[in-house]
């Protein structure tokens, strides 16, 4: 969606601006999302994607003791995991039944805050998303994408590789992710700039309020 500061502005007054956040897990799309509910006066709607597809898989979650992203991303596994390439594939058609299933109301301004791996997802899912949300990438900047890989191991959260993963010979687990993981960022950065229609710096948003969130946003805008 193409909007100029003019149209955003009114748009945000009126109710009806729709925003999507995208960038890899771990980057703050989620904290930008909660600082735009927390004022009220901002009138925002959080659609968490995270949740939307936690909720689509809960036949595959039940009994096994797995719940919220961590439960998802423990379902998951690892890309080295042998169960990983149905578990990665099952995730990919749930979220994109739950993209296409979003529904942009009227009278309530929404942000959608997408999972990393939205662009992963069918053309078709992301022209619609594009059509009808701003979206705003949340740029990984090199002093945290070393961090953006110990908050992985840590504390994991459901990763879509795709062919980003592989493993040399005599190569351990947690070696090959850390060689891998590099490229994985690079390999997205280059489709969440293709897709969005604006990019802020992950450094540029610390400690920020919904209000200097959808400052930042504007003043990217073209007059």
């Not at 979650?61 to 990665?88: D, I, S």
């Not at 489709?191 to 969005?196: E, G, Q, S």
Request: glycine share 6%; hydrophobic share 35%.
């Amino acid at each position: 969606m193409k909007l100029s500061p003019t149209e955003f502005d009114r748009k945000l007054r009126e109710g009806r601006l729709r925003l999507s956040v995208v960038g890899m897990s771990n980057v703050g799309k989620t904290r930008r999302a909660k600082s735009l509910v927390a004022d009220q006066s901002l009138n925002f709607v959080w659609l968490h994607g995270d949740d939307l597809v936690e909720a689509k898989l809960q036949p595959y979650l039940e009994g096994k003791g797995f719940k919220g992203v961590n439960g998802v991303a423990a379902w998951m596994g690892q890309p080295y995991e042998a169960r990983y390439p149905e578990t990665q594939k099952l995730f990919l058609q749930f979220e994109e039944s739950a993209m296409a299933e979003i529904v942009f109301s009227v009278g309530k301004n929404i942000v959608v805050d997408t999972t990393g791996s939205v662009i992963y997802l069918p053309q078709n899912v992301l022209q619609r998303l594009k059509e009808s949300t701003l979206i705003v990438y949340l740029e990984a900047t090199e002093d945290v994408k070393k961090l953006l890989f110990e908050r992985y191991i840590s504390n994991p959260k459901p990763v879509i590789w795709g062919g980003s993963f592989s493993r040399k010979h005599g190569e351990s687990d947690l070696d090959a992710l850390r060689r891998c993981y590099p490229q994985l960022l690079e390999y997205r950065a280059v489709r969440y700039r293709k897709l969005a229609d604006i990019t802020i710096p992950h450094n540029v948003l610390r400690d920020t309020s919904g209000r200097q969130f959808l400052n930042e946003i504007k003043k990217r805008l073209p007059q």
